[in-house]
C-alpha cells in the first residue's frame, strides 16, 4: 500500500520555494541574493511560479529573509554553532550566508531532494561557508542517532530550524518531531539554553535592509 504520509509530498514544495527565491534573486531591490536557486527551482518550481502574483508569494520571500536574519544573530550574538535544518530541502542558506568560524549546518531531508540539490551545487562549483553536514534520512523516522554519528553534539546550545513544512504533516506527527527534537537538546540538563535569547518580531512589521546588486 502506498505511503500517504505529507512527508512524501514535500519534494515538490522545495522547488517551489526555491522559485520565489530565484525571482527575489533577480530584483534589484533584493531582500537576499541566492544566485543557485533558479536551477533548483527547475522547470516545475518556474511553472508553479508562473501561476502566481508576486503579492502571493511575499510571505515565503520575507520569511526567508526573517529566518537569515535570526539565524545570523543566533550564531553570531549567542555563539550558538551548531545549526540543524530539518526537511531541509533545496535550502542554500550554508552557502549564501556568512557563517562564524566553526558553525556546523546540518541538512536533514529525503535523499532524493538532497541528492538532486548536491548535484546542482557540485555542477555550480559552490562551497558552503559553514562546516555543512548532509543528512539524507527518512522524516518519518527516528533520526537523532544518526545526527550525533554526523557530529551533533546534544550537549552544546543549538539553533533548530523546522521553515514551512510543519503546515503539511499531521497533528501527531508533529508531536512525534518535537520530541525527536527535544531529545537531541537536553542531554546537558539546560534545555533553555538552546532557545534564542532575541525577541521574535513578526515578519510582516519588520523593516528591512535591501541587498543592492
Not at 511553472?47 to 537569515?68: E, G, N
Not at 551545487?121 to 554519528?149: K, S
Request: aromatic fraction near 10%.
Amino acid at each position: 500500500m502506498p505511503d500517504s504520509s505529507p512527508l512524501n509530498n514535500l519534494a515538490s514544495t522545495a522547488h517551489w520555494t526555491a522559485s520565489v527565491r530565484a525571482r527575489e534573486n533577480s530584483r534589484q531591490d533584493r531582500l537576499f541574493a541566492d544566485p543557485w536557486a533558479a536551477t533548483l527551482a527547475g522547470e516545475e518550481g518556474q511553472r508553479w511560479l508562473a501561476q502566481r502574483t508576486p503579492d502571493s508569494v511575499l510571505p515565503i520571500v520575507l520569511r526567508t529573509r526573517y529566518f537569515d536574519d535570526c539565524l545570523q544573530r543566533i550564531t553570531q550574538e549567542a555563539a550558538i554553532c551548531q545549526v540543524v535544518l530539518l526537511a531541509a530541502g533545496l535550502d542554500t542558506r550554508a552557502f549564501r550566508l556568512a557563517w562564524p568560524e566553526g558553525t556546523h549546518l546540518f541538512e536533514l531531508d529525503q535523499p532524493d531532494v538532497l541528492d538532486a540539490k548536491e548535484n546542482v551545487l557540485r555542477a555550480a562549483g559552490a562551497l558552503p561557508a559553514c562546516v555543512r553536514h548532509v543528512l539524507p534520512v527518512d522524516l518519518n523516522g527516528p533520526w537523532q542517532e544518526r545526527l550525533v554519528t554526523d557530529g551533533f553534539n546534544p550537549g552544546q546550545p543549538s539553533a533548530w530550524l523546522l521553515e514551512g513544512f510543519l503546515f503539511y504533516i499531521f497533528a501527531n506527527q508533529k508531536q512525534v518531531f518535537s520530541f525527536y527534537c527535544l531529545s537531541c537538546c537536553q542531554r546537558d540538563g539546560h534545555s533553555g539554553r538552546k532557545c534564542s535569547p532575541f525577541p521574535w518580531k513578526r515578519p510582516k512589521s519588520t523593516h528591512w535592509n535591501t541587498i543592492n546588486k
